[in-house]
């Protein structure tokens, strides 16, 4: 009995070593050189696979079947590849932080906190890019000094990034018109404290060789490629000086002469690997409910010249969504235009525009099929509404807010108990408002 197995065993060890041996040989035969004639090896490599006796050796649970070793005599650039992937995309309109929504986030020792404020929100913004922008500088002189919530001159906080975060932001969108409030050292000191928050961002610049750094992004294997301009600086590109050259991407909304420009760094995106291209814009007039002609015809411009998704804001209500068929090396593909994603989290009501309290989060899949062609697919929207209540209120403070899915709560027949019926209403006008405004080309998601 030892004897026949190490008769098995011995038979089993020159076999393996028989096939070690001659796939080795097969590779060195397949491998191309200039000298060698690469058909003439092919065919040694099947008459040795055909040669090869039809011998099967089972150890533990590996087979190895000789004969099947023909296979390896293809040609291995004739094997496909599977290039196929995903990567989820989602995009928020604007944190802006008037007095209401910065002094509801402080504690009784002068530090502040926003996470409770995203509780709802949070499980919606589950993409693996999440973009939000934020108008106005983040505690621009360090230490949450000289914080304020006024217009022109914004200081916010720099715990809103952590909120931002914990509702699962993770790119911050900076080119907007409120970019300047806190001149060059605001900007610099906002940079600073995006990277101390872990977070990524796009839109504003240090100097002239980070202007022409793309921001591209490797998501799954998928390389995304983001660049954000801005219409506006509230006329305060001035106090830049020379630097105003780099330090944000500005266009004109009411021409179409910056379009070369922009599709240049579309153009360089895609030389440096960018799979797809998505493209913040803040642009438009505020509290409007649709572009202008000329925003249609630049967005139309753009997306034909190679953006994929483009993403407007800073009207503070949402407008309409399109999806246009463009052709991309000879393939139809659909490509998106957001002309405004509305506010997100902020509290203007006091305007008395209802409409301001409403916005969307818009959500896409990148998609790479097995032959490396990338699309845009499954494309939806998600009304939201900010919305304040005493009950949410925190540490003392007279109100709080809360981020709603807004179909959610429109759906329900009766009044949820965690939220008020005045709230349950805003939630059903919220709905209509945003559906009706935004139109159908895109689906609609209500949360459930």
Known sequence: ????????????????????????????????????????????????????????????????NSSSLAVLSQDITDVPVDLSAKATVSFAGDFMLHYGPMYAGRKDDGTFDYTEFMNDIKPYVNGELNISDIEGPVNAFGNNEDLSPDYHSFNYPQQILDGMKYAGFNTIVTANNHAYDKGWDGLVQMRKNIK???????????????????????????????????????GLGQIMGDRVSYTMRKFDEESMDDVPRMLDDVNKMRQQGAEVILMPLHWGEEYQDEPSNMQQN???????????????????CVQPMEVYRVNRNGRIKDAICIYSLGNFFADQIALG?????????????IVRDKEGDVTVQNTNYMPTICYTDEKKALFGNEIGYSLLPAGKYAKMETAPENISYEVWQQAKDAWAHVCQIVGNNVNAYDGN
């Open 298 to 316: 630049i967005a139309k411009a753009l997306i034909e010249g190679g953006v994929d998704i483009l993403v407007g804001d800073h009207p503070h």
């Open 196 to 234: 101390d928050a872990g977070l990524d961002f796009v839109g504003t610049y240090m100097s002239k060789e980070e202007y022409d750094q793309y921001f591209i992004k490797e998501i799954n294997g998928i390389k995304i490629g983001v660049v954000a301009w801005s219409a506006h600086d509230n």
């Open 353 to 365: 525009v209802p409409k301001t309290q409403y916005g969307m989060l818009v959500k896409a899949d």
């Open 1 to 64: 009995m030892k004897k026949e197995r190490f008769q098995t065993v011995h038979y089993a060890a020159i076999t393996i070593a028989l096939v070690i041996a001659n796939i080795f040989m097969l590779f060195v035969l397949l491998k191309p050189h200039d000298d060698v004639d690469y058909e003439s090896n092919k065919a040694i490599a099947v008459n040795m696979a055909d040669s090869l006796p039809e011998t099967t050796t089972v150890i533990d649970t590996t087979v190895i």
